[in-house]
């Protein structure tokens, strides 16, 4: 958390903040991808090159003055801390409040060596330090922190990994790394409360360590992989550096989920004991200790420096992050390549609006995409566990009007196993077709399906249902189906995933049948962690299959025809991830009029729903968040 250097009322953001209201009133509108467009660049906000000597840098930084050494966030949560200088005295003196029941504390140890402290000094604050961790990079030179620690680097800067009080630099575990240069963008401002918090990120380039004369990731044999946020809801792993008297500056660690922070384009976790130094700390999903790698989503950083204000009460145990997208990546690659990284759009949380809170929305067992109300425009059509079915009429935008009932709870359609929108009926209106896990007629042996024509904002069965299979067919073997148009014309082609692996197309699908069957998969294992399907149109070329795998891969299919007979090119639109193995529903829908079924929209099994509109056949498209966690 930054030194409390008030810009504007705080008041004022908190009130914003609390009823959802973005207070980034300077962001840039939004492209139609979302992106924004950039600005041209202008002159580096990096620091100058740190031209010192390896032997001066280590020779300043003595045991002593590493231990003396105060955090830049000196009175984050701090009992009775005063402000260093040049830091406002506005918030009282005091202890903080005590964290609510049910917050999990922060675990006390060794720390892990991509993880450690970053010491600089200035005439201002004097000894003074924030946490950073190590990054993979083609120089093995880069090390990640916040843009409020880093606006002073390059002032007798030193990195040392998994940091132990009390020793020298060539005493400690991997010795120490003088910073040569850090990157930052030049529109972000340090203890900022605006819009600009979002950029709360840089990195720096370290020179080799002084007695082996090696880069960072070469003696450490550690790097964490930057990857983007990949939702909001996420389970992370925090590390930091805290400075509190009695724990001997020891490294902490909290596992805790992440949630959004209202307004700004940061994330939010809850844990006790990040007291000041925890600046810059990266937020770690699937960390290996054995590969010493894992995956940076965030860092303590953003609103505030990273945290509430000390008045608050609770600054130790809730800390912010920025999400991490284009802007980090970009900023990376200009680290890498030596090069001044300019300014950077301002863009907020880019979101759209669906009805009701997550802790409904984790209920959503089937999504689906279909003009069903007949205006030209893709909505999106909801089927409960209980048995309710909303429809969300599509405003063409990427967002969505307000909800219609279409069956109350307790109805039939909670025993639906899969279902899927299609023309089955060959006359342009959506049918559906769906795959019964459970017959109340007759009994529960399942393999029953039905085609329901016509349906309408007024009747999700339509016009008529069709039994295209019996109850007790062999159907009951089948787990999830997905419908479009695989061979050209109409949407009337399915494909089906079966319970030992089996995948299969059903050509030509009708009320009176389930058409051709063709064999595209045969008994393949890694089919059976296939957790939910969909069809696109991500290139206009035809029909695309996306598989969302068990351990969260995303996978888009091109080229299935009937005539082939096999599942096509594929490729990877997003990797496997901890944060993405949760998913449970996707649909993709032409939401935004787009002339293709390129938005996908997840929903996760939080309740947080996102959609990413403009995907492509060989990359995801722009994260949008519908439904907050």
Same mark, same amino acid.
């Given at each position: 958390m930054t030194p409390h250097r008030w810009s504007r009322s705080l008041a004022t953001v908190l009130a914003?903040?609390?009823?959802?209201?973005?207070? *980034?009133?300077?962001v840039a509108a939004p492209g139609p991808t979302g992106s924004g467009t950039a600005p041209k660049p202008v002159p580096s906000a990096s620091a100058p090159a740190h031209h010192a000597t390896p032997s001066a840098v280590e020779k300043f930084?003595?045991?002593?003055?590493?231990?003396?050494?105060?955090?830049l966030d000196a009175g984050r949560g701090a009992p009775g801390a005063l402000p260093r200088p040049g830091v406002s005295r506005l918030a009282p003196p005091g202890p903080v409040g005590t964290a609510p029941k049910g917050i999990p504390k922060g675990v006390y140890g060794d720390g892990i060596p991509a993880v450690g402290t970053f010491f600089f000094d200035t005439k201002a604050t004097g &000894?003074?330090?924030?946490?950073?961790?190590?990054?993979?990079?083609?120089? $093995?030179?880069l090390v990640l922190t916040a843009g409020h620690c880093a606006k002073h680097a390059a002032e007798k800067g030193i990195f040392i990994p998994q940091f132990r009080k009390g020793k020298a630099v060539k005493d400690q575990p991997f010795g120490g790394y003088p910073v040569q240069k850090a990157f930052t963008y030049a529109n972000y401002q340090p203890n900022s409360m605006r819009a600009d918090s979002d950029l709360d990120f840089a990195f720096l380039r370290v020179g080799p360590e002084?007695? $082996?004369?090696?880069?960072?990731?070469?003696? *450490?044999?550690?790097g964490l992989r930057l990857r983007d946020t990949p939702r909001l809801a996420n389970q992370v792993t925090v590390h930091g550096y805290p400075h509190l008297s009695g724990n001997g500056q020891r490294a902490i660690s909290c596992t805790v989920p992440t949630e959004r922070l209202s307004g700004f384009r940061q994330m939010l976790m809850r844990c006790s004991g990040f007291y000041g130094g925890v600046s810059g700390g990266p937020w770690v999903t699937g960390y290996n200790a054995k590969t010493r790698t894992g995956d940076v989503i965030g860092n303590v950083g953003g609103y505030y420096g990273g945290g509430p204000p000390r008045s608050s009460g609770h600054d130790d145990w809730m800390s912010y992050s920025p999400v991490y997208g284009q802007e980090i990546q970009d900023l990376y690659r200009a680290a890498v390549a030596d090069r001044a990284p300019g300014t950077a759009p301002l863009r907020g949380l880019y979101e759209g609006k669906l009805a009701g809170p997550a802790s409904d929305w984790k209920y959503a067992t089937h999504v689906m995409a279909a003009d069903v109300d007949a205006d030209g425009r893709d909505d999106l059509l909801v089927i409960w566990k209980d048995g309710e079915a909303t429809l969300y009429p599509g405003d063409g935008r990427g967002g969505f009007g307000t909800p219609r009932t279409l069956a109350k709870q307790q109805s039939f359609w909670k025993n639906a196993r899969s279902v899927t929108t299609g023309d089955f009926t060959g006359d342009g209106r959506p049918d559906l077709m769906?795959?019964?896990?459970? @017959? @109340?007629?007759?009994?529960?042996?399942? /393999?029953?399906?039905?085609?329901?024509? %016509?349906?309408?904002?007024? $009747?999700?069965? =339509? *016009?008529?249902?069709?039994?295209?299979?019996?109850? /007790?067919?062999? +159907?009951?073997?089948?787990?999830a189906i997905t419908a479009g148009a695989y061979d050209p014309g109409k949407a009337d082609d399915v494909v089906v995933r079966w319970k030992d692996g089996d995948?299969?197309?059903?050509s030509g699908?009708? =009320?009176?049948?389930? =058409?051709?069957?063709?064999?595209?998969?045969?008994? %393949?294992?890694? +089919?059976? @962690?296939?957790?939910?399907l969909t069809t696109a149109q991500l290139s206009g070329k035809g029909a695309d299959l996306?598989?969302?795998?068990?351990? =969260?891969?995303?996978? &888009?299919?091109?080229?299935?025809?009937?005539?082939? /007979?096999?599942?096509?090119?594929?490729?990877?639109?997003?990797?496997?991830?901890?944060?993405?193995? $949760?998913?449970?529903?996707?649909?993709?829908g032409d939401f935004t009029t787009s002339g293709r079924r390129a938005d996908l929209l997840v929903r996760w099994t939080e309740g947080e729903t996102s959609l990413y509109e403009g995907t492509g056949p060989k990359r995801i498209g722009t994260w949008k968040t519908m439904v907050s966690p």
């Open positions: 914003m903040a609390a009823c959802g209201v973005s207070a *980034t009133a300077a930084w003595t045991a002593d003055r590493l231990a003396a050494a105060v955090p &000894a003074t330090y924030c946490s950073a961790s190590i990054v993979r990079s083609a120089h $093995r030179n002084y007695q $082996r004369k090696k880069q960072v990731e070469e003696v *450490t044999g550690a769906v795959l019964w896990a459970k @017959d @109340d007629k007759k009994d529960t042996s399942t /393999g029953k399906v039905s085609v329901y024509s %016509d349906i309408s904002a007024a $009747r999700l069965t =339509g *016009t008529k249902e069709y039994v295209v299979q019996q109850a /007790g067919s062999e +159907w009951k073997y089948a787990t995948v299969t197309l059903h699908v009708t =009320g009176g049948g389930t =058409g051709r069957e063709r064999t595209l998969v045969s008994k %393949d294992a890694a +089919w059976k @962690d296939a957790v939910s996306l598989v969302r795998r068990a351990d =969260g891969k995303l996978e &888009a299919f091109s080229g299935i025809t009937a005539t082939s /007979g096999r599942l096509g090119a594929s490729a990877v639109l997003q990797p496997a991830h901890p944060s993405y193995t $949760r998913n449970s529903a996707m649909a993709a």
